[in-house]
């Protein structure tokens, strides 16, 4: 399945900005096992990111890495979420953690 609105659990540590731009201002910070409602997806090709704005705290955050090795930063809750092309056959991508 591909990212999409819904409930996603944050996998790891990482800023909320108020704009979909990863320089924008922080407007919040998320831990690991916090439960956020996304309501857009947007891939950022030109970013090597997938973002997604949050119902709350209202901002942006990324989803996942679509470089390297397809790091996950959130994952939907009942199931993992691809990626990103060429993404969907890594540990990182099935919602695991990548070794190394």
């Not at 990212?3 to 900005?17: F, H, K, L, T």
């Not at 030109?46 to 890495?65: F, K, N, T, Y």
């Amino acid at each position: 399945p591909k990212d999409a609105p819904g409930e996603y659990i944050i996998q790891r540590p990482q800023p909320v900005w108020a704009e979909i731009a990863r320089d924008s201002a922080h407007v919040g910070q998320l831990t690991a096992g916090m439960c956020v409602r996304v309501t857009e997806v947007a891939p950022q090709p030109q970013d090597g990111r997938i973002r997604a704005r949050l119902a709350e705290p209202a901002g942006w955050i990324s989803l996942a890495s679509t470089t390297g090795n397809c790091t996950r930063f959130a994952v939907r809750c009942g199931g993992a979420a691809a990626a990103g092309p060429g993404c969907q056959d890594t540990p990182a991508a099935a919602g695991g953690a990548a070794s190394g």
